[in-house]
């Protein structure tokens, strides 16, 4: 399984190839590390975050942000052009190829598990998350939101009374 993540200290993005056998994270940019937590795969699939630990996970399509939008839009322009030129059959060809382009491009994406504590990301086929995961449940997302928010409140508390 590979993770992705945020370093908690400078933000940089760090990925692991195997994370789940991994000890421990080193941040590339500022090496802040800090322990793996193991067993984070079992054989039914990933069961926790290994950067944070935490069980609460979302599942959510690797899919770029916008993909599928800018293939329906690139369609729909391309059927007007063929409408604009008296030809309906080929517009509506078009659009339902635009369609099914973007229904099949659905189902090949796999799915990537998010971590709700720290928004690690996690991939491979040992992710396994079907019907174990829910998608992303904004009233969890928004309890981690202001987890985080009181994190860094404290982080800069913390720095302040450093320089007092
Ligand atoms: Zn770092
Ligand atoms: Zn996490």
Known sequence: MELTFECPECRAVG???NADSATEF???SCQYKRQAKAGSVTPEGVCHCPYCGTEKLYIQKDFPQGLGVTIVVAGFAWATYYWYYVRPLAAYAVLMGSALLDLILWKKVSDVAMCYRCLGQMRG???KPLGRFEPFDLEVGETFRQER???AELKERQTQSVKH
């Open 15 to 17: 990925r692991v190839k």
């Open 26 to 28: 080193v941040c590339q």
């Open 125 to 127: 086929p040992d992710v």
């Open 149 to 151: 928010m009181r994190v």
